[in-house]
Nanobody, 115 residues
Framework: QVQLVESGGGLVQAGGSLRLSCAAS????????MSWFRQAPGNQREWIAD???????NYDDSKKGRFTISRDNTKNTAYLQLNNLKPEDTAVYYC?????????WGQGTQVTVSS
């Protein structure tokens, strides 16, 4: 069983930065890929980025360059660095992984960007 807990969200002005964290339970964190998604009010949940167990990253083109995914296997934590934030980045941000054939979501962390 895997449990994911996001943190690091908050209110920030346009142009600001935040670093989101996703802490994972379990001793096999280094074995599975991690993803970040976000969902704005009234919108579908959208994929942002992946990072493999080996650290290979992949991004949605529209977010590449401003957002950076990373992981620290010694801390069982994945990160999403958000730079040059815009009001349209306002959303709940979720981390996600697949383990044991099942998808696991965190509870989400709210990011609000003021203009």
């Amino acid at each position: 069983q895997v449990q994911l807990v996001e943190s690091g969200g908050g209110l920030v002005q346009a142009g600001g930065s935040l670093r989101l964290s996703c802490a994972a339970s379990g001793r096999s964190f280094s074995s599975y890929a991690m993803s970040w998604f976000r969902q704005a009010p009234g919108n579908q949940r959208e994929w942002i980025a992946d990072i493999t167990s080996g650290g290979i990253t992949n991004y949605d083109d529209s977010k590449k360059g401003r957002f950076t995914i990373s992981r620290d296997n010694t801390k069982n934590t994945a990160y999403l660095q958000l730079n040059n934030l815009k009001p349209e980045d306002t959303a709940v941000y979720y981390c996600f992984t697949v383990w044991g054939g099942l998808g696991h979501w965190g509870q989400g962390t709210q990011v609000t960007v003021s203009s």
